[in-house]
């Protein structure tokens, strides 16, 4: 049973940084691309970036320059840091597994959801 646990999230102020972690189980880490997505009050859960098999990355460009993913093969985590945070970042993060991802920014092409951790961020 594949399980994402995630963790990190919490109140900053504008400017300020944070990072996420996501821990997997059950199944091997590098076999899967992991995505980023978030969550706003009253809106769509949309894509925020993703790291490939291969440790390439692709970000929304809401977020491109600003937010960065890394993973740790042999921790089985990825990482979303993310600086000069903005209010408008204000989110539910969730992160995000698949094997086979044709359409990096379509939910429907993850096989794995974490729960999802609040990060706020006050003006």
């Known amino acids: 049973q594949v399980q994402l646990i995630e963790s990190g999230g919490g109140l900053v102020q504008a400017g300020d940084s944070l990072r996420l972690s996501c821990a997997v189980s059950?199944?091997?880490?590098?076999?899967?691309?992991m995505g980023w997505f978030r969550q706003a009050p009253g809106k769509e859960r949309v894509f925020v970036g993703i790291?490939?098999?291969?440790?390439?990355?692709y970000y929304a460009s809401s977020v491109k320059g600003r937010f960065t993913i890394s993973r740790d093969n042999a921790k089985n985590t990825v990482y979303l840091q993310m600086n000069s945070l903005k209010p408008e970042d204000t989110a539910v993060y969730y992160c995000?597994?698949?094997?086979?991802?044709?359409?990096?920014?379509?939910?429907?092409?993850?096989?794995?959801w974490g729960q999802g951790t609040q990060v706020t961020v006050s003006s």
């Open positions: 790291s490939w098999k291969g440790g390439s990355t």
């Open positions: 995000a597994a698949g094997e086979h991802i044709a359409l990096y920014f379509s939910i429907s092409d993850y096989d794995y």
């Open positions: 059950g199944r091997t880490f590098s076999s899967f691309a």
